[in-house]
């Protein structure tokens, strides 16, 4: 590697990092025929964050900076190199070698370019690259996985108005990193203040997606090996928890948004008072198709569990996920006047309660009646809550059963008996028939 290292200094920056992808394909191709899943050395390492990144090697020596045209030419070349690579192993390893953080200086570099490299793959729709970035989300710390959806956000909602239809047009091109995209931003805007709620542009580019195939939200889940027990500090298999999050949150989070506006002590003009509350009008029918989506990839659930032989084993809503969502409502319901958001917390509890059910009888969330009572004691009363978590005992699935089947939720708890049918009533006479005498008349007296 020193070799090399000699014969890059020689290079201009751009050529460099050209020759370093070479060097690497060659280095990662080899190194592939005999381990399926080959380490990378400390050489290539250093390579790469000489040449790319621009990290100098020696300590106290001042960082090389590319200016804008060099930056957009270098990642001209990356994505190049991406799209040629014929051979998938090869790009992965590749990919992963260039942006998998290794705790050091150099990795706020690395993000920032992964970042534009992610961003210019979603303008130009290079399919491999957006693979790559799918599979990186998939194997990479959530507190990374955060930063890339944020700098796309930004890119494609906040920088440039209309821009989201770029974005939104790669739904067909990779359904896999759709799939990651959205369980990323579900991680960063979990609603917890008014700047944590998603942009209307992102709410309804991500509606739009799941609405279309709710079972894009799966892609990952079914297409993963997976184990019982799931690393922790990742993303989660699938965006369902924060998707949950979304819906049962949103009416209490903009509630409490509009408090805010109306408490700041600076009233809003007629014509942003109607134009906010048309917005937030719309934003009410986005959750309120986006919950009805969720709760039917919940019914599919219990099916696909069954073929992986993971029902009862592995809870894609996890109960430790549920208990600070309950207790943030919690919170969210006492900050709000319940005299004054009545509507706002019934709603949110009721589609709580139904993604309760529903996630229960599916076996995405493994838990018991005594586990729900629990956590929602201190819930503000709500009828169909209480009747989700006093209601009966999940009977074990039968084999006669069809997949997707689970007890009707009015069927007698088990270890109470059905209620006994009641003997027939005897047979009422006939009553006798009035018959109608013309020329009858009727007294009539007024009330005075």
Sequence with gaps: MSDIRHSLLRRDALSAAKEVLYHLDIYFSSQLQSAPLPLVDKGPAELLEEFLFQVPKERGAPPKRLNSLQ????????????????????????????????????????????????????????????????????RTPAVYCVRLARALVDDYCNLVPGSIQTLKQIFSASP??????????????????????PPSDLLELIVSWIFEDPRLILITF?????????????LELTPLTGLIRWCVKAPLAYKRKKKASLSNGHPPSKIAKDSTSGEDRDCHQLYSKLHLSVLQVLMMLQGHLTEKNLYGRLGLVPFDHVVPLVEEINRLSDELNPLNASKEIELALDRLAQALQVAMASGALLCTRDDLRSVCSRLPHNNLLQLVISGPVQQPTHGALPPGFYPHIHTPPLGYPAHPALPAHPALPAHPVQTFIPGMTFPYRPIR
């Design 176 to 197: 896999r990193f759709c799939c990651q995209f959205i369980t990323s931003v579900t991680a960063l805007y979990d609603l917890s203040s008014d700047d944590l709620i």
């Design 71 to 138: 930056e957009l030419q270098l990642l001209e070349i990356m994505c190049n190199y991406f799209q040629e690579q014929t051979k998938d192993s090869v790009r992965q390893i590749i990919f992963s070698s260039l942006f998998s953080p290794q705790g050091n200086k150099a990795d706020d570099s690395r993000m920032a370019l992964l970042g534009k490299l992610v961003s210019m793959a979603v303008a130009v729709c290079r399919v491999p690259v957006l693979e790559c970035a799918a599979f990186w989300l998939q």
């Design 222 to 234: 079914l297409n993963t090996p997976i184990a019982a027990n799931l690393p922790i500090g990742f």
